[in-house]
């Protein structure tokens, strides 16, 4: 059974880069066609989508982030990443891994498979 | 991009009474091409990570009780639970896969009266 689990770093200082990597156990990250997207809850607040990636390495990022995210993945290890610049507290959150679900050959953006989550705290 | 608004923010149910949370889209999550809204709903408990409780607006998700359905469609949607149980004691979030990017309401916090 599929399996997603974040790791990285848990605290950051304002302005550097907040890096994260979600492992995908269970099964190939490449098969299937499906995409895998993070999300994130700052303390107190609602979810945010931050944007997916496919295998292909081909993304799409939420608007609101996209000039300081990059997603990557790497296929030798099953598994892939975010990176967020210049943070600062408001990116204080509870950050998730999950995955999109797919009917036939189309892909279909509500998630049923999630990661446990990881906090990272941005603080001087 | 789509707003969604939840109503009410928190709710106090009694045990085995029926819980009822509300979903408002900014615009149309129904797709025309094939009549199916873009609307999920999720529990999230602290601690964990949310669960996909309903997709296209009243599919339920394989192994959900069947005390959770979901109803509407267009720009308003309902999540109700028949007989509310301790364990449904969560946030409920909506989330509308109609177009990027992917938005939540604000969640609905569900409470034991």
């Known amino acids: 059974q599929l399996q997603l689990q974040e790791s990285g770093s848990g605290l950051v200082k304002p302005s550097q880069t907040l890096s994260l990597t979600c492992d995908v156990s269970g099964g190939s990250i490449s098969s299937g066609g499906y995409s895998w997207s993070w999300i994130r809850q700052p303390p107190g607040k609602g979810l945010e989508w931050i944007g997916y990636i496919y295998h292909s390495g081909d993304t799409y990022y939420n608007p609101s982030l996209k000039s300081r995210v990059t997603m990557s993945v790497d296929m030798s290890k099953n598994q892939f990443s975010l990176k967020l610049s210049s943070v600062s507290a408001a990116d204080t959150a509870v950050y998730y891994c999950a995955r999109d679900s797919r009917h036939g050959y189309n892909s279909y953006w509500y998630f049923g498979l999630w990661g446990r989550g990881t906090l990272v705290s941005v603080s001087s | 991009d789509i707003v969604m608004t939840q109503s009410p923010d928190s709710l106090a149910v009694s045990l085995g009474e029926r819980a009822t949370i509300n979903c408002k889209s900014s615009q149309s999550v129904l797709y025309n091409s094939n009549t199916k809204n873009y609307l999920a709903w999720y529990q999230h408990k602290p601690g964990l990570p949310p669960k996909l409780l309903i997709y296209?607006?009243?599919t339920r998700e394989s192994g959900v009780p069947d005390r959770f359905s979901g109803s509407g469609s267009g720009t308003d949607f309902t999540l109700t639970i028949s007989s509310l149980q301790a364990e449904d004691v969560a946030v409920y979030y909506c989330q509308q896969y109609y177009s990027v990017p992917y938005t939540f309401g604000q969640g609905t916090k569900l409470e034991i009266k």
């Open positions: 296209w607006a009243s």
